[in-house]
């Protein structure tokens, strides 16, 4: 059974961090690429990072670059994503998601087989 789990997320006032995991199960992780979305209320699933487990390249998107790292364990089968000075924009549902081979549009939800329940990120003012 394949499974994407999502944690680390929570409440953390603007200016603050937090390092999200997405542990990976079912499949040959080293033969995906695992994506971050996250899904504000009322807006469309957004491409935030991408990293190929095969060649460790990566993606962001322009909204996250310098503060927001990715990055893989492929020991552990995890994904991290390590977002620094957070703003209140950031607040939204992060998922994890895993496609096969090195997607050509990372931030395209459609290139992604499997998906994580997700966890809630809020940044407060």
């Known amino acids: 059974e394949v499974q994407l789990v999502e944690s680390g997320g929570g409440l953390v006032q603007a200016g603050g961090s937090l390092r999200l995991s997405c542990a990976a199960s079912?499949?040959?992780?080293?033969?995906?690429?695992i994506g971050w979305f996250r899904q504000a209320p009322g807006k469309e699933r957004e491409g935030v990072s991408c990293i190929s487990s095969s060649d460790g390249s990566t993606y962001y998107a322009d909204s996250v670059k310098g503060r927001f790292t990715i990055s893989s364990d492929n020991a552990k089968n995890t994904v991290y994503l390590q977002m620094n000075s957070l703003k209140v924009e950031d607040t939204a549902v992060y998922y994890c998601a895993a496609a096969a081979g090195v997607p050509r549009r990372p931030y395209r939800p459609y290139e992604y087989e499997y998906w994580g329940q997700g966890t809630q990120v809020t940044v407060s003012s």
């Open positions: 079912g499949f040959t992780f080293d033969d995906y690429a």
